[in-house]
């Protein structure tokens, strides 16, 4: 079976909390794509990696006589769009791809109108505002404190301890910093200050796996609570080892709340093979869907032990190798029916 493996790979490595350095960090590094290229020649198949760039188009077109099937975590390179632009590709040259649908891949990126169909089908999201523009007036609605968040990035791009704000000198500060950096609308939205969860989502209909609860408890003062780009990429990857709980210490009604959401999300958006939502709570346990990771990151264990959905999967009993398979044989079989 020819299966091509579709991906960004990072070109600068710099980390920072400078944004202007953080516009590839939704891109894996290589050595992430080296051990995930590995991992699926492992499982049999003919692996042809390609990355999601501007040739990509041609080099697929000359392929898809060929190709059996894609698997893609491409999360495309321009545009306040980019995540749909492979899997609109791929549609019109008629060739199957792991993971949902151009559409659904846009409204996975932007925050905003993801937010719209959840209220649209009575799931709970916190209330919003999107921002155009420097000079703008706050919806009366929104009280502080606030977050403030680049609409249409991941990996907590632009999400740093100064995201969350206490007035409005500090919000309108921030939403020229995300205005003039990534030109795109800033989101503003209520700072939730409850338990925050991360939940993967496989296969059609979609299984659940073990949640992931970030422990901000342990988190050291200089970190706010909640998942920032400092928290997420220097925090987490120290490795330690309290503050990713899989499965989480939750009771089985709130469980049973969670696990409800995610169904209804997975349905509203035409979901299919994998996904994994993001959930915060206020302080009285009442869950708010942040946003969906669609694709979600699948790093190797090789690379790291933090990466998300393969966390949940191994708590789960599934290791990575078969994970890879797990996305295949599901959307294969979507193909096929």
């Given amino acids: 079976m020819n299966i091509v493996f579709l991906y960004n790979v990072r070109h600068d490595y710099k980390d920072s909390t400078d944004y202007r350095k953080q516009l590839e960090r939704d891109f894996d590094d290589p050595v992430t794509t080296k051990w995930q290229i590995h991992h699926l020649k492992s499982l049999g198949y003919n692996i042809i990696p390609l990355e999601a760039n501007e040739k990509a188009y041609f080099k697929l077109f000359h392929l898809r006589s060929k190709i059996d099937l894609v698997f893609n975590v491409a999360e495309g390179i321009y545009g306040k769009d980019r995540e749909l632009q492979m899997p609109a590709i791929l549609e019109m040259l008629q060739i199957p791809y792991t993971g949902s649908s151009p559409l659904t891949h846009a409204f996975s990126l932007n925050k905003a109108k993801a937010k719209e169909i959840f209220l649209a089908n ?98 050291p003062k200089k970190y706010l609570p909640f998942d920032s780009y400092e928290v997420k990429w220097f925090f987490e990857e120290e490795g330690h080892p309290d503050y990713l709980i899989c499965p989480a210490k939750i009771d089985k009604k709130l469980e049973t709340k969670l696990k409800k959401i995610c169904y209804k999300v997975w349905e509203a958006l035409n979901v299919v093979d994998w996904c994994r939502i993001d959930i915060r709570c206020d302080q009285d346990e009442n869950p708010y869907v942040l946003e969906i990771n669609s694709p979600a990151g699948i790093s190797p264990p090789e690379v790291t032990m933090t990466s998300y959905f393969p966390l949940s999967a191994r708590a789960a009993g599934i290791d990575y190798k078969n994970l890879l398979n797990k996305i295949i044989q599901t959307a294969l079989r979507r193909y096929k029916k």
């Fill in 122 to 219: 009575n799931i709970p999201t916190a209330d919003f505002q999107t921002i155009n523009e420097p000079n703008f007036t706050l919806k009366k609605t929104l009280k502080f404190p606030l977050i403030v968040k680049p609409v249409a990035e991941g990996s907590s791009m632009g999400i740093t301890n100064n995201s969350v704000v206490y007035d409005l000198a500090s919000l309108k500060k921030q939403v020229k910093k995300i205005l003039n950096i990534f030109h795109e609308q800033a989101l503003v939205e209520p700072f939730l200050e409850g338990r925050e969860f991360s939940i993967a989502m496989l296969g059609n209909p979609p299984e659940i796996l073990p949640i992931i609860e970030s422990n901000h408890k342990i988190l």
